[in-house]
Every structure is written in C-alpha cells, then in structure tokens.
C-alpha cells in the first residue's frame, strides 16, 4: 500500500469518526459541520452551512483532490 493511499484512507476514517460523534456532543445549534471547497476561505465567524453535509471528490489516478471539513462550537 502506496504512503498517499495510506493518508486517504486514514483521512476518510478520521472524517467518518468525527461525523459519529456530531449528533452525541450537545445541541444542534451548539455545534456545526459541514464540508467545502478547498479554495473558500473559512473564517472565525463564518456562517455554518448545514446543507452542504457531504461531498463528493473525483480524480484521476495518481490524482488528489482536497476540501475542508470544518466543524465549529459556540
């Protein structure tokens, strides 16, 4: 297994971990995640936007492809 494969595979299941405990860390307006492009800068006091709750990622082979799951509290 290829170090880039490894790194994937360990994001993805870091993602999965965090998502599981989303719904058992207090109310829903206390906290929020969501997932977005790579390219949007995400500040302090951005609005979370609970409609974008998955993403979907396409690359070719020997590709990467990045987005930012952003997870906030008051």
Request: charged letters at 15%; a positive charge.
């Given at each position: 297994m290829g170090k880039g494969r490894f790194v994937f595979e360990a994001?993805?299941?870091a993602i999965a971990?965090?998502?599981t405990l989303v719904p058992?860390?207090?109310?829903?307006?206390?906290m929020g995640v969501w997932v977005d492009h790579a390219t949007v800068k995400?500040?302090?006091n951005s609005p979370s936007k609970p409609e974008q709750a998955s993403a979907q990622l396409k690359a070719?082979?020997?590709e990467f492809e990045s987005f930012q799951l952003v997870v906030t509290a008051d």
């Open positions: 994001s993805v299941c971990f965090l998502l058992f860390t207090g109310t829903a307006d206390a995400i500040r302090p070719a082979r020997n």
